[in-house]
Each structure stands twice: as C-alpha cells, then as structure tokens.
C-alpha cells in the first residue's frame, strides 16, 4: 500500500518533467490573441500522450501494490485505440474551447501567474465537475458517458476508454470558461496539466492512500468509489480537488472504504468495453429507439391516459 509521500513522490517528477512543456508551448503575451494557430491541438495531444505513458509506467508497471489485475491482451488493444481517439478528440475539444472563447475574452494583461494558475485550477475543476454530474443526470448523455464506466477494472489506461463525443465535451467545459475570462496561456496549462495529472493518477490501478490529504486532494480510493457499480457510493465527481464534491453534497470518501464491484449498475445496457464501434454507435442507437417507442400508438395513448406510468 502507497501512502501519501510515496504518491506524491511519484506525481512530483512527472509534474516537473511536463512544466517545461507548458512553458515551452505558451506564447508569449498572455492574452487570448497569444494564441499560435492550432497550438491548443498540437500542446494538448502531446501532453496527454506524454501524461499517459509516464504516469501508467511510472505506477502500474513498476509497482506490485495493485488492486486489480493488468489488463489482458484484448483490453490493451481497445486502450491503445481509444489512446489514438483521446489524442485526437482531446486535442479537438480544446481548439473549439479556444474559437468559442475568442468572442469573449476580454482585453488586458490578465491576473498575474501567481493568482491567475490557482484560479484557473479550482475553475476548471469546477466546471469539469459540473458536465460531470450532467453528464451522469442525463439520460442521452449516460449513453455516452457510461461508455467509459463500463470496464470492471480500474486503471490508468482505462481513462482513455470513453465516448469521442464525452472526450470533446469535456475538453470544451473544462477550457472554454477559463479563456472566455482572459486568463494566460500559461496559466490555462498549468491547470490543463494539473488536470491531466491528477485524471491519470485517479485511475490508477495502485493501491495508494492519502491520509489526511485524502480530505483535499482527490485520490485513487476516491474515484474507485466513483466507478462502484452501487449508484449510492457512486459520488466524488470532481478530478482534482474535493472542495466540489464537499459543496454539492456528493462526497462518498471515508478512510478505509472499500469498493466491492466497479462498473455499471446495468451491464446488459450497454455494449461490451472492447466493443468499440458498437460503444461509439451506442447513443445514437438509444436515441432512435427512444424515438421509435415514443412515437407508437401505445406510447401515444399512455401519454394522454391519466393512469399514465403506475
């Protein structure tokens, strides 16, 4: 078991590797127009390829304090493509965070580094947080988002098994709101970057333990728990701080709490994890038949009756 100083140990190296990444891809100026063209897509495909390899082998490779086994052939083969499928929708989402914010940013210098990297890491958990509790509450969105859900393991390549659309969103919410305030490249970096750390470090497949950070930081005890396939101990839905989840009420966290089964509730609803165009059709598919259905004469006529849904 990994306690604190030992994940922290880990995180640190890693983090300090991809600073100068951040700096290296920052313009200059630090207002909205700094911005290269296509800059957003070529930093951020890099820094997630980057973040995934070196966190995945800097944990689960080269520690034996696994919760669950390593994923078999067949699951490495659907990691690796939807790695390819992150790196491209990753990329995307924030070059449409940036073409949306560019109408809004106001003018100026902005907030110092010092103030403006803070701010933008707690906003951007903020706002991440907030398409994700979306994300679960609706029920075309669940058909995506679940996609992601659906494995019975936990790791660090397992984040990369999600819905194009879901990767595209979230990129878009958690950028979007930090440009259209103006705040710097290289504070939206930091966050990025901090972000993309902390979404790897997450799903670990270690067993790592916070402490008393745990009542701050999120860990990989906490997202386990998300991942319960009990809808009642299925909270912590933030990736980086636990001040959200404290807020909102969703906070499932305590010392020691053990998760019995990851995975969905309903496992029969939705396409097998290595089923990788059935799981990018499947959204599509529910929406025509939720259309269809409500669409016939029996749901015509339930929605007229009074009796109507007891």
Known sequence: MLRAPSMLALLLPL?????????????????????????????????????????????????EVKVEARNTGPEAVRDAVYLGQGMIFGGLGQAIAGVVAISYAPGGDGLPLWLAAPLAIVLTDLCTYGFHRFVHANRFMWREHGIHHVPDKVNALDVNTAHWLDILLNNVAAQAPMLALGL???AIFIATIARGLQTFAIHANVDMRLGGLGHVLMGPEHHRLHHSARVAEAGNYATILTLWDRVFGTFTWAPGRRVERVGVAEPDSFPASHQILASALHPLRWWLGERAASSSPDARRRSVSPRAGR
């Open 184 to 186: 710097g490249p290289e």
């Open 15 to 63: 983090a300090a590797s991809l600073g100068p990444l951040a700096c290296d891809q920052a313009p200059a100026r630090s207002t909205l127009s700094g911005w290269p063209p296509g800059e957003p897509v070529r930093a951020g495909a890099c820094e997630f390829l980057l973040q995934s390899a070196a966190l995945y082998h800097s944990t689960e490779w080269h520690l």
